[in-house]
């Protein structure tokens, strides 16, 4: 009131808080993020609030006096936020809010592994701050190595399970592996079947901790590779290559370690049977085998014609002489030998009966080899007619143009190539010669 003026009201005095910035929620962040600014003095009617990251207006979505709510435009950048309140004044940050990318994987190496695993995580934006950066599969959170920019070294927890990586740096939105990561069982290795063969066997080996991708799985015999045919998680199909010798077969598996078998698979090299001479005779004619792969020990190769088992007069690598015994049959050879296999002859053996006492055969006369020429076939008990003595070339019979007691004659057929002549006499039994080549 003023003396001898009267008195006057007013509705009251209103003193406004000061503006101040006091921080941000979060402070860390990346750029089309929504931030809130604590503070006082602010302006309850948002567009009375202007405010500036830099130099970069951010709208502002939502006000009271002592919060503000932003959007973060794709370009901003760390700096110090500037609030200004129209008719209010304006205050400034003392600390900057941090505007980075979010993190992203590109890449997990291995795509599954066993716990207590390493695993590396590649990509970008990780930063280098150990204490900011978080690992996720699923609800487990994994052990942090080492960090680094673009890669992260983290270690599979036990009782982990298969699911999706997440990586998180300090509050900025998490990255998510492109692909589920496998938690696998340790590798292990059990029974193989068969336990020895030769290159190009197919072998079963039974285990756990395959990988279903064939190719995933990595075998080795000794040091040889080994091609996976088929994979599961618990069976692998193997194919024993060329050149491989006897050992353990060893199996490693990305992220699942590595098993090798207890026992080694035998890598065999079965013998190799090809021409024999000569192709026919009586018991007691001495056969040669000629092939590959017989050894040298006559203790570990056996021979039998038509199951009958023959004596071993000579052995090397790659001949094999036998003496055809008094009980043999016409029929093939079978050559065995011990822990590496045996083979069949393509061609019969033909036993002959033996000579009658006094049927010889001892030369051919004149020594002409070539086609069409005339000899004397030489010996002892042919039969004085022609007709009851019967002369072959290997499988051709060739008619006898004369006949003696002591020489036939024949004429060599148009046939190339070393055979033997057999002379059959009825009655008395038949008789060979020593293998006779015709030429030209």
Excluded: W
């Excluded at 080492?146 to 900025?172: F, H, K, M, N, R």
Aim: overall charge neutral.
């Amino acid at each position: 009131s003023v003396d001898n003026a009267g008195t006057a009201t007013f509705d009251g005095f209103r003193v406004a808080a000061p503006i101040a910035v006091l921080g941000f929620e979060p402070a860390l962040t990346s750029p089309g993020a929504t931030v809130v600014i604590r503070g006082t003095g602010f302006a309850a009617d948002a567009a009375r609030n202007r405010v500036y990251l830099n130099s970069l207006r951010l709208s502002v979505t939502k006000a009271s006096p002592t919060e503000l709510t932003v959007s973060l435009p794709a370009r901003a950048t760390t700096g110090a936020v500037l609030v200004d309140v129209v008719r209010g004044g304006r205050a400034q940050s003392t600390s900057e809010l941090r505007v980075e990318e979010p993190p992203v994987i590109t890449a997990v190496d291995p795509d599954g592994a066993i716990p207590g695993a390493s695993i590396t995580l590649r990509g970008k934006h990780f930063g280098d701050d150990l204490r900011e950066v978080h690992v996720r599969l699923g609800e487990q959170e994994l052990k942090v190595r080492t960090v680094a920019p673009t890669e992260i070294v983290a270690d599979i927890p036990q009782g982990a399970v298969s699911g999706v990586l997440e990586v998180q740096v300090a509050t900025l939105a998490p990255a998510r592996a492109l692909r589920p990561f496998e938690v696998r069982v340790p590798v292990t290795v059990g029974v193989f079947h068969p336990t020895s063969g030769p290159a190009g066997t197919r072998v079963a080996l039974q285990g756990g901790g395959f990988s279903k991708a064939a190719a995933q799985n990595r075998v080795v015999l000794g040091s040889t590779p080994v091609r996976v045919v088929t994979a599961n998680a618990q069976q692998l199909i193997l194919e024993i290559p060329e050149r491989a010798m006897t050992g353990v077969l060893k199996v490693a598996v990305p992220g699942a370690g590595s098993a090798s078998t207890a026992q080694p698979f035998v890598v065999t090299v079965p013998p190799i049977l090809g021409a024999f001479d000569p192709v026919e005779g009586p018991p007691g004619t001495d056969v040669t085998l000629r092939g590959a792969h017989f050894g040298t020990n006559p203790a570990l190769v056996e021979v039998t014609l038509s199951g009958t088992k023959l004596e071993i007069a000579k052995l090397t690598d790659g001949i094999i002489v036998v003496r055809v015994p008094d009980a043999a049959q016409t029929g093939k050879f079978s050559v065995r030998v011990a822990a590496q296999g045996s083979v069949v002859s393509g061609a019969a053996f033909r036993v002959t009966a033996p000579p009658a006492a006094g049927l010889n055969l001892t030369s051919i006369e004149p020594v002409c080899q070539k086609a069409g020429c005339e000899v004397a076939l030489k010996g002892t008990g042919f039969a004085a007619k022609a007709e009851n003595n019967h002369v072959f070339f290997g499988s051709t019979e060739l008619k006898v143009t004369s006949a003696t007691a002591n020489v036939l004659k024949v004429r060599l057929p148009e046939l190339l190539g070393s055979d033997v002549f057999r002379v059959a006499v009825d009655d008395a039994g038949e008789v060979s010669s020593a293998p006779f080549e015709i030429v030209k």
